[in-house]
């Protein structure tokens, strides 16, 4: 973490998204630890779009990629200039399900469709919080 300001130290913008493979292969422990040392070790003047972790199909990963989106959206808001991108409010249909023209059929990865949508939800942060 220490070094990781100096890499981004002269960046007009943060964008972030982390956490999504530690999930899917089961790596979770310490991972809201590791997700605060982060948001600490980042540039407090630069300003930061942090992006929660998509959903998946697989209802398993669902409740750890909710608290772990809970974790990330607590420092975002503990933080000047950041915006939360709510990943889920942006690719669930309305059964509250993943949209399953937003996914690959992997059902994990998102589509040429699910990453426009995101893309568009970043770069609308962006611009929220650079004004």
């Avoid at 530690?22 to 070790?41: M, N, V, Y």
């Avoid at 003047?45 to 942090?50: G, H, Q, R, S």
């Avoid at 750890?64 to 503990?78: M, P, S, Y």
């Avoid at 409010?89 to 040429?112: I, N, Y």
């Amino acid at each position: 973490p220490g070094t990781m300001s100096v890499q981004v130290s002269g960046a007009r913008a943060i964008v972030l998204m982390v956490g999504a493979d530690d999930i899917w292969r089961g790596r979770t422990a310490g991972l809201p630890q590791h997700l605060e040392h982060l948001a600490a070790a980042l540039p407090k003047n630069v300003p930061l779009v942090w992006s929660g972790i998509p959903p998946t199909n697989d209802a398993r990963l669902a409740a750890v990629e909710i608290q772990t989106n809970e974790v990330i959206q607590t420092l975002c808001a503990a933080r000047a200039g950041c915006a939360y991108v709510d990943t889920w409010k942006l690719l669930m249909d309305e059964k509250g399900k993943p949209a399953d023209e937003l996914l690959l059929a992997d059902g994990v990865h998102m589509s040429a469709t699910g990453y426009r949508r995101w893309l568009r939800a970043i770069d609308y942060a962006l611009h929220a919080i650079e004004q």
